[in-house]
């Protein structure tokens, strides 16, 4: 049966595998961007030299999060005078952007800011472990053609933004203030820079060709360049588990629970992060003791029985929450603006791909800003930046789909057919080889291919209904099979 099984798996696999290579690969690459209609006019003096004390910046960037220093360090070194407005300067202490993905890391290389997960007690990620009904499967990474300094990072978030503000601060044309962008400039159409207040409650204004907003998932300044729809699927409850030894080490874990999966995965080098996913926008009472409650009864009894007594003991010693928000990324091009990061476009933080997605993102905006020395037609350069949303698709269509979907398929159900995509999706990801190794690159960020994706998705499918019929189909199993297509589809 087992045996089977595998080889329907094989089959099924082999023959998508064999219409991805010979008929539809090589289509992927984006188009080049052209360039403006009307050149803008190259004033390398302004654009290269340090931005003297509290000189015209070229760029506003709001926020200086994992998008904001990122992006701000990226242009700063290509000689553009940043400033960069960030609310709260001092070290964030949050439960969100923890675990860098693999592709992520290649392009932080890529910006030059490998050394930023240096001397923070980084931990290495190869992969992660998949918990079900008390079996296991590990899904390793496929880093065997990279480097082997390669892999997935984990990290306190706040460790990690602060490193990268000192980058962002050591490029002498980059200048970190304080303050709270309260608005938008406007004038005729076109944003011309910032209203904020600084830190001693003074009103300023500050004015550059370009400003990017990048003020996270709470973001009050998209309104007026995007349309912000925003879903809230559920919430993660975040605790630290200290001194406790993971299954797998250096991996993630992803426990397939009742109602919705929980993740673990190190944050240093003695503590472990967990987060319960729990569906719906309200989450039990912190406050009362209903949250603990909570994790103690309905929980922990699902947890891997080595991670039990120290998930325990964590409830006590701090609880934090945080809304699992996801937005499809829906820009209004606005001359003179743009949205980069969570305030542009966010997914279920499931698979842990917001950092991957932000840092690839601003890869594609400094290569098309590059060959640009004056941004100051704000209309010319708005329309030639239009090319960004396609360039930017196979990485982040890719993740944000990837993580929209697994979220439903790993959470559990009340109809049997979820339920059986369920178990066909930990059984595929189970026969290891490329059943494995190709899901798991393109949650990475390692493979950006859309189509792979459809590949995999619906080889998950019709493993499942091939597992359904094989080998004795009943009326009730065909039933249930034709369902299967229905909601995977
Ligand atoms: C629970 C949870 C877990 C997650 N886990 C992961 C993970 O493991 N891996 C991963 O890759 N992604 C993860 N994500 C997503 C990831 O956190 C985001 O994609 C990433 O932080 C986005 O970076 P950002 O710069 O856009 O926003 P942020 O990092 O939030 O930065 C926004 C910055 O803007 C500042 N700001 C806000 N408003 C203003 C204003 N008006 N004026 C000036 N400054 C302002 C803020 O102070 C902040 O510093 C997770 C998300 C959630 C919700």
Redesign the pocket.
């Known amino acids: 049966m087992m045996l089977l099984r595998y080889l329907f798996g094989v089959a099924v696999a082999s023959l998508l595998g064999f219409l991805l290579l010979f008929g539809l690969q090589g289509r992927r690459r984006g188009r080049k961007p052209r360039a403006p209609a009307k050149a803008a006019s190259p004033r390398a003096e302004e654009c290269g030299s340090p931005m003297a004390g509290d000189g015209p910046a070229d760029i506003i960037v709001?926020?200086?999060?994992?998008?904001?220093?990122a992006l701000a360090y990226a242009l700063g070194k290509d000689g553009r005078r940043i400033l960069v407005?960030?609310?709260?300067l001092s070290e964030?202490d949050?439960?969100?952007?923890?675990?860098?993905?693999p592709g992520?890391y290649l392009k932080l290389i890529e910006l030059g800011l490998k050394d930023c997960v240096e001397e923070i007690d980084a931990q290495r990620v190869f992969g992660y472990a998949l918990f079900k009904d008390g079996r296991n499967t590990k899904l390793s990474y496929p880093l065997e053609n990279f480097d082997s300094d390669v892999a997935g990072r984990?990290f306190h978030?706040g460790r990690f933004?602060q490193r990268m503000r000192e980058k962002a601060a050591s490029i002498p044309n980059v200048r970190l203030e304080q303050?709270?962008?309260?608005s938008l400039i406007e004038e005729n159409g076109t944003i011309r820079g910032v209203s904020?207040k600084t830190k001693s409650g003074e009103e300023l204004k500050a004015y550059a060709p370009l400003t990017v907003v990048?003020?996270?998932?709470?973001?009050?300044?998209r309104r007026s360049l995007c349309s912000p729809k925003v879903d809230i699927p559920s919430c993660?409850v975040?605790l630290v588990l200290e001194n406790c030894q993971l299954p797998y080490p250096n991996h993630g874990h992803v426990i397939l629970a009742d109602p919705s999966p929980i993740l673990f995965?190190p944050i240093s080098s003695t503590e472990v992060r967990c987060?319960v996913d729990v569906p719906g926008q309200k989450v039990p009472s912190i406050a009362n003791g209903e949250m603990a409650n909570y994790l103690k009864t309905v929980v922990a009894p699902q947890l891997p029985e080595e991670l039990k007594d120290s998930f325990i003991s964590a409830i006590d010693k701090g609880i934090r929450t945080?809304?699992?928000?996801s937005m499809p990324a829906a820009p209004r091009p606005t001359p003179g603006a743009l949205l980069?990061?969570?305030?542009?476009n966010?997914r279920h933080?499931l698979t842990?791909?917001?950092?991957?997605?932000?840092l690839s993102d601003i890869v594609v905006l400094r290569n098309l800003l590059k060959p640009l020395h004056d941004l100051h037609d704000a209309p010319v350069l708005c329309r030639y930046l239009e090319s960004f949303y396609t360039l930017r698709k196979p990485v982040a269509s890719t993740i944000n789909t990837l993580a929209g979907a697994l979220y439903k398929v790993f959470s559990a159900s009340p109809d049997q057919a979820m339920n059986e995509m369920r178990q066909a999706c930990f059984d595929y990801l189970s026969l290891g080889g490329l059943f494995s190794t190709g899901p798991v690159s393109l949650l990475s960020g390692l493979n950006p291919r859309p189509l792979s994706l459809v590949v995999h998705f619906f080889a998950v499918a019709i493993y499942g209904v091939g597992r359904l019929l094989i080998p004795f189909p009943s009326p009730k199993r065909m039933w249930i099979g034709a369902r299967l297509i229905s909601v995977s589809g």
């Open positions: 709001v926020g200086a999060g994992v998008a904001g220093s407005i960030e609310r709260d964030p949050r439960i969100v952007g923890e675990l860098l993905q992520g984990s978030n933004i303050g709270t962008v309260t904020y990048c003020d996270g998932c709470f973001s009050n300044l993660f975040g995965y987060l945080m809304p699992n928000r980069m990061g969570d305030a542009f966010m933080p842990g791909g917001g950092m991957t997605v932000a």
